[in-house]
Antibody, heavy 124, light 109 residues
Framework: QVQLQESGPGLVKPSGTLSLTCAVSGGSISSSNWWSWIRQPPGKGLEWIGEIYHSGSTNYNPSLKSRVTISVDKSKNQFSLKLSSVTAADTAVYYC?????????????????WGQGTLVTVSS | EIVLTQSPATLSLSPGERATLSCRASQSVSSYLAWYQQKPGQAPRLLIYDASNRATGIPARFSGSGSGTDFTLTISSLEPEDFAVYYCQQRSNWPPAYTFGQGTKLEIK
């Protein structure tokens, strides 16, 4: 079973860059899955940030695209998130998740495995 | 962008009762819709995919239905551990993007 673990600073200064890494275990990041970042501001709902395939192909949420970079390191079986020019509005629990095809007939993948999440606070 | 609207925002029921949660899409998503359960302090868990298929290990009391723009998650007889927040989610084909509904909180009456 795939396990994901987020890591990175819990506090980032305004206008700085948020950087997180997601370590994948129990499976290869070079599998057929896409790998994604999702965030959840305190007491609010879920917002998809972006996804990456092991080839390096990415898709981003249009509302965050100008500030987001997701990259993959196949040698370490992990992928990473960078979010630049952060403000207090970027304070959230950040989750990494795998996007897997739940059946052979599924057209799209779904978020089947999640990390436990890490709280990132933007504050001076 | 496809918007998912969930109702009600909060649902108050007792253990043993039947829960019916709704998710409406602003345009058709065919049957490509998922439901997730989130308990406090935990990551979401996939319950239902492709509108009506239970994910691995999900109890049979959870069922999903619908297609196009209107979807329903039904919990046939609530267990104490089912009280949580539920989200629906869809994927847009172009541009590729995922959106979630705002959530329905299922609370103990």
């Amino acid at each position: 079973q795939v396990q994901l673990q987020e890591s990175g600073p819990g506090l980032v200064k305004p206008s700085g860059t948020l950087s997180l890494t997601c370590a994948v275990s129990g499976g290869s990041i070079s599998s057929s899955n896409w790998w994604s970042w999702i965030r959840q501001p305190p007491g609010k709902g879920l917002e998809w940030i972006g996804e990456i395939y092991h080839s390096g192909s990415t898709n981003y949420n249009p509302s965050l695209k100008s500030r987001v970079t997701i990259s993959v390191d196949k040698s370490k079986n992990q992928f990473s998130l960078k979010l630049s020019s952060v403000t207090a509005a970027d304070t959230a629990v950040y989750y990494c998740a795998s996007l897997g095809y739940c059946s052979s007939t599924s057209r799209y993948p779904y978020f089947d495995y999640w990390g436990q999440g890490t709280l990132v606070t933007v504050s001076s | 962008e496809i918007v998912l609207t969930q109702s009600p925002a909060t649902l108050s029921l007792s253990p043993g009762e039947r829960a019916t949660l709704s998710c409406r899409a602003s345009q058709s998503v065919s049957s490509y819709l998922a439901w997730y359960q989130q308990k406090p302090g935990q990551a979401p868990r996939l319950l239902i995919y492709d509108a009506s298929n239970r994910a691995t290990g999900i109890p049979a009391r959870f069922s999903g239905s619908g297609s196009g723009t209107d979807f329903t998650l039904t919990i046939s007889s609530l267990e104490p551990e089912d009280f949580a927040v539920y989200y629906c989610q869809q994927r847009s084909n172009w541009p590729p993007a995922y959106t979630f509904g705002q959530g329905t909180k299922l609370e103990i009456k």
